[in-house]
């Protein structure tokens, strides 16, 4: 099951501004006539209900945007570089995969969002003309476009699950009860990934059921499809225990019983989740004797006989799942109206800052992702460049940060590889 992915994502870098002249009949001093460059391209990432799993993100390491164009003459702007969107199924969750913070949580079916935004085009020499300098011979670099490491966990969403032994079936039931087609065999692990399915009811009431890989003893501490599997079961509002009661393979109390410790032992929260117990296969002779013998065993606990196979008691389980998820539903909806703000996705994008740091004798640091970028890329030999570098910094609130510091004048201020003098 593809449900763990993780990848890195490098959104566009901005295009350089241009320096360019305006050199046209009538206009023999006509000044500097370059354009902005283009926006870098930013990364979304886009449900598509199509999807159940990662597999196609499987083999993919690195997801890059395209970089703004150069600015042109004319005052004319770059092209932008072109936007991607990720394909992803509904229940991704993204993280940083360096601090491990939530950037988004996709809960609904086509939810976009923003994860990696695009530099700025830098600007054209039109931009720089002074009364110091008429005739700048400096435009802007672009922006360098935000790149992160990230971490992709499905973690499915669906109404009610289906839980219980493999080849206990499961897979059998969605088939009956939905258009989902689901791999089915008379052997452990049919269901090596989720297959979900929309469930309609006569009375055009519906749900999403998930048939997800069955469980096995010792799933709580990974054995099996362990973890994967019960990570999704966290999210689905019902649980439908599906107990094979024929007897043919294993004992239907030991496996309720096996199935119950494990969810309890992974998380105290599935344990208590609410759940329709299901008897299946009681087409089986045997079955009536071993449904008997759970009952006398759990005598309060509510038991649906079906046979799947056979189409019989499906109804019955159905319509009492239906009721348990608008139970579940009406809870949550009542939690959620206790508090003022609920927010399922915020991300706020950390653009560089700078800070200042003493490192004693009179010699200073800034320490900005940004701008240490910046400095790579200007020849801070060329007197323009530098002056328009200054300005930046300036702009930027840097000289009233080093002055606030307590930079005296003559100091050292370290500012990339560049190293500079301060002068009030």
């Not at 083999?59 to 770059?78: E, S």
């Not at 998820?325 to 009406?330: D, H, N, R, S, V």
């Not at 959620?336 to 996705?345: A, G, L, P, Q, R």
């Not at 915020?346 to 900005?368: A, C, H, I, T």
Request: glycine share 10%; aromatic share 8%; charged share 30%.
């Amino acid at each position: 099951m593809i449900d763990f992915v993780k990848l890195h994502v490098k959104a566009g870098d901005g295009g350089r501004g241009c320096v360019a002249w305006r050199h046209e009949k009538f206009y023999p001093m006509g000044g500097p006539f370059g354009g902005d460059g283009g926006k870098g391209g930013d990364i979304y990432f886009v449900v598509d209900t199509n999807e159940t799993t990662l597999t196609k993100l499987r083999f993919t390491k690195t997801i890059k945007a395209g970089n703004g164009m150069p600015g042109l003459t004319k005052k004319m702007h770059g092209k932008s570089g072109d936007d991607v969107y990720v394909q992803v199924p509904l229940g991704t969750m993204i993280r940083n995969a360096e601090n491990g913070d939530l950037l988004a949580d996709l809960t609904q079916p086509f939810q976009k969002v923003l994860i990696a935004h695009g530099g700025k085009g830098g600007l054209g020499n039109m931009h720089f003309a002074t009364a110091r300098n008429d005739t700048p011979e400096y435009a802007q670099p672009g922006e360098v476009g935000e790149s992160l490491d990230l971490q992709l966990e499905l973690r499915l969403l669906a109404d009610a699950g289906l839980i219980g032994f493999p080849s206990v079936g499961k897979s059998t039931f969605l088939s009956v009860v939905s258009r989902a087609k689901p791999e089915i065999a008379a052997y452990p692990f049919t269901t090596i990934e989720p297959n979900i399915g929309v469930v309609a009811l006569p009375d055009e009431r519906s749900f999403v059921l998930a048939d997800m890989p069955g469980l096995i003893e010792g799933a709580s501490e990974g054995k099996g499809l362990g973890h994967e599997f019960l990570r999704h079961i966290k999210r689905c509002r019902v649980l439908i225990h599906v107990i094979d009661m024929s007897g043919e393979m294993r004992n239907p109390i030991e496996d309720y019983e096996i199935i119950n410790n494990e969810l309890g032992k992974y998380d105290i929260d599935l344990e208590r989740k609410s759940q329709i117990v299901v008897a299946n296969k009681m087409d089986d002779e045997y079955a009536p004797e071993y449904l008997e013998e759970f009952k006398m065993k759990y005598p309060d606990l509510q038991v649906f006989e079906m046979s799947a196979l056979q189409h019989k008691g499906i109804d019955e389980v159905l319509y009492a799942v239906m009721a348990e998820i608008e139970k579940a539903k009406e809870e949550v909806a009542m939690e959620e109206e206790s508090h003022e703000e609920t927010v399922v996705y915020r991300y706020e994008p950390k653009r560089p800052d700078f800070s200042v740091k003493n490192l004693g004798n009179g010699r200073w640091k800034v320490e900005s992702n940004k701008i240490d970028r910046l400095v790579e890329q200007l020849n801070l030999d060329d007197e323009e460049q530098a002056y328009q570098f200054g300005l930046t910094l300036k702009n930027m609130g840097v000289d009233k940060a080093l002055n606030d510091a307590g930079v005296q004048d003559g100091d050292q201020v370290l500012v990339g590889t560049f190293i500079m003098e301060y002068k009030e």
